[in-house]
């Protein structure tokens, strides 16, 4: 089986840093011709943090009426449980397949508080969930046993994604499987070896930009591994390596930017990488 | 001069995990029996990440009109500068003093993005400002240069409250006063060391349900630097070791509502701390 | 190719914590056994740290007189320059093909600082040297710039042992390559996906009482990816879960006492690991 | 009392690297001139992983032979039981008063194995033991209920020096006291605030070069606080922060050599500081 590719997509800015909706376009437009298979907007890369509520919802209904044919990924991501159980709700009705929701960030919860947190929102909403772990952000791991108490507990809870780079989490992840849940690396220079481990596919943010992951997904599934191998050696990696050369992830949005030649702007606290970065950016960029 | 003491309030919750507005009037009432300067709702103690918009400013407004007579400080905190800047404008309006704001959290920005993160909020609301270092929740330092260009440039930049627990960090901050903002210790058992150090005071979270940073405070003031100690040896850094006996800030929470035999509730994600944890807390609140 | 597997050799101690040359005749019965490529004596898992150096030349030296056969690789680690030449100097006198050299720890050294420690010591001893990255005891990675610098200019420097189980620094030095240095795996649970990277290899512990890591590698030779993936995943992963859970290395130390039906010791300060760790292992070792 | 300063040497290298016993006569100089309470040769600070043992010993001789009067601090780190117990018993033969002795580093034990490495340790020499908490260089933390077991098995465990930097991990050590140990703060820019804690003094690295740390000692005892604390944030702190410039120890080979205007070398893999680190340096020792 072909392995899935999801966009974790920029959320374009105007240079006054206010959504711009024209360039939301050219990236669906990317991702279409790229073949993604799933759009999945207000993730970390869409910097949910920094957009209001409002623009939240407002930028979610335009990526469903605009998307069509890709599988529908929200991002709800919100510490608080009724804004979360709200973001959900109303994402469901715009048309969405899933929601995608990581753990309380800021404080800490402890386990038995972090299974209530999931346990109450996947209760109050009847769409599909894919819960995220992304310990950078957060600051910790979601703990094994509260994942599989909540894959026993809870029929909507049908995937993760795990942002987190280790390969021994995510690996262990697979062997956990205590039910029927798809597991998505979030990480574009370990896709190739989670998909050969076991793991459904990624949620890859060059995908924002350029087509190689769904390529080398292509390459999985007629067995061309070592073509695919190539492509992440040659194309992915020297690419993530570049895009780590400023700060995460103004250079998702600095080679979005560019790949549509748009005027694209850094909301605050995000802004333009430095000259310095962006060089080996173009360079490779030139190559897609 | 009497270092300040102010109390970063926790939130009363009742069982089903509503606020409690019966519970805080009696919050208050301890505040104002140990003689606290200031009143800090909606903090990390407070769990504002926990709490939707609208209970925010709710709360904030009853404490605005029932802590008459203390200084008043008001939790602000968002990592979106809009929302930031909305809930800076109407603590002002609600009276509040200062309004209390850590920098953005979840993702990490540069250093010149920070800069222009609290340079638009500072330079949208006339409320004077705290800034907040806590790197446990926020995952990083405020760098020292981004303060002291802050200091510089914004007239309502104020004061700083350091939660992180690392006095060298804190007395470095004393040395780099590039101009008069006032410095508050976040961590009650490091309170007298740091005002020694020359600190201006703590924001402190035992003062919820005890009165010892108070009466430090006074014997401080009243330069009795032995008796001072022995309250911080002897009285405060045991309650401090029993409160880390559980997740943060369920002990807060759970000495509280012990301190005014009520029957207060914890919000998801926060769950009542386990027996073998408030076994410690019981016996150290009966000496208060 | 067939992917080279090295054992990490244990160092077999008797109950009162001398060592025992019976046991690691009993031990080398086993490597040859399972017929590895590589015999690594005074290697992390061989607790050179807790062994004095005449103790570590008369292991060396028994090593290469019994193991004939296997490629020999000395473990001569020490932060001092002069004795680590004199440890590896010793090594190729007595036959080693290689000598495997972390860098300081203890106090980590600046850059240049860890390229003159090892240029020195390099360009003293003719023998080929593997460079041990192992950050979770040195504290800290070695950095790119210096491997490819000493790649450059030691024309013994000819492979590199990376245990720090971060996949992504071992894809990096998969792609640094300057030149023609070998890499290999130091954990087992990530060995298959490094050789499918192109590691040259592995150095796995499990290889001290287990077939496992040989097996998978004869299958990578054959071309059959899915029975090898099947040993990782069913075999080797739960044994490396299982060793996890008591203090490295004293878990190896049982698992290996157990499959030779062994009276063996741990030296201080090792010591036996709990009952509550030991009896997945039993139930593990009993499948080998 | 006055709160003891004890001096943990750098040991002088000449140019090429070995052992300058002529600027060792100049560091005992310097230490007498400043009036520091004790000599610790073979330390972290005196770069102990880095010498032989044989040079180790012959420099422990020449510090007992030379400076008299102060009392006698031996560095017998190993992570080797019986290479410590032979450096501890090879100091008490030359003089020493006490043993200092961090725990095993590289390999972590876990806390029963610490506990017997200090017991075989300080049961088979009878010099007096300090234990030496340095996390940064160890990668953990002494527990306390190894401490606590210690302190009431061992008669000859008399001290211990804390260098973790970590204030209140110091100011529970205090709280701990089950029985009359001795503590020491090995953080020359947390000095004051220790001993107003109650430590009983430090071990404080600017004292090979200058004597800031011992008046602030007298100043104490003299309970000249405001003085005291002068001199902490005056004179010491930005000494510490300029020192923090470069690697450690080197700045302190640096400044120390400068005070005694020597040609002093750096022994691999240390380095001299680079000029743009050693020029705040040279400002703040013109001052001295």
Redesign the interface.
Same mark, same amino acid.
């Given at each position: 089986m072909r392995p899935a590719v999801i966009t974790p997509m920029v959320t374009p800015f105007n240079p006054d840093g206010s959504i711009s909706l024209e360039m939301t376009e050219s990236l669906i437009s990317n991702m279409k011709k790229f073949r993604v298979d799933g759009a999945f907007p207000m993730g970390?890369t869409g910097?949910f =943090?920094?957009?209001?509520?409002e623009e939240r919802l407002k930028f979610l209904q335009f990526v469903a009426e605009n998307a069509g044919g890709m599988d529908l990924y929200a991002g709800v991501a919100s510490?608080?449980?009724? !804004?979360a159980i709200g973001m959900a709700s109303r994402s469901e009705d715009m048309g969405y397949d899933f929601a995608v929701l990581p753990p =309380? @960030? @800021?404080?800490?919860?402890?386990d038995?508080? /972090?299974r209530? @947190?999931y346990s109450?929102i996947l209760g109050s909403v009847d769409i599909k969930f894919l819960i995220y772990n992304i310990p950078q952000?957060?600051?910790y791991y979601i703990p094994f046993k509260v994942l599989e108490n909540l894959a026993i507990q809870n029929s909507n809870f049908v995937g993760i994604k795990d942002s987190s780079?280790d390969? %021994?989490y995510h690996? %262990?992840l +697979? %062997?956990l499987k205590t039910r029927a849940f798809s597991l998505y690396q979030g990480q574009d &220079? /370990?896709f190739l070896?989670s998909v +050969? +481990?076991g793991s459904d596919g990624g949620v890859c943010g060059t995908t924002n930009f350029a087509p190689y992951v769904v390529e080398m997904s292509r390459l999985v599934e007629s067995g061309k591994l070592q073509d695919a191998?190539s492509i992440q *050696?040659e194309k992915i990696?020297?690419m993530i !390596?570049a895009l780590k050369n &400023? &700060? @995460?992830? *103004?250079t998702y949005y600095y080679a979005f930017y560019k790949s549509i030649n748009g005027n694209g702007g850094y %909301?605050? =606290?995000?802004?333009r990488p430095v000259n310095s970065s962006t060089h080996k950016i173009d360079e490779l960029l030139r190559q897609v």
């Open positions: 970390s910097v =943090p920094w957009i209001t509520a510490p608080c449980v009724e !804004d =309380p @960030y @800021y404080i800490k919860p402890g038995e508080g /972090l209530e @947190y109450k952000f957060t600051g780079g390969i %021994r690996e %262990r +697979l %062997r &220079d /370990l070896q +050969l +481990l191998t *050696s990696n020297p !390596d &400023d &700060d @995460y992830p *103004s %909301r605050t =606290p995000m802004t």
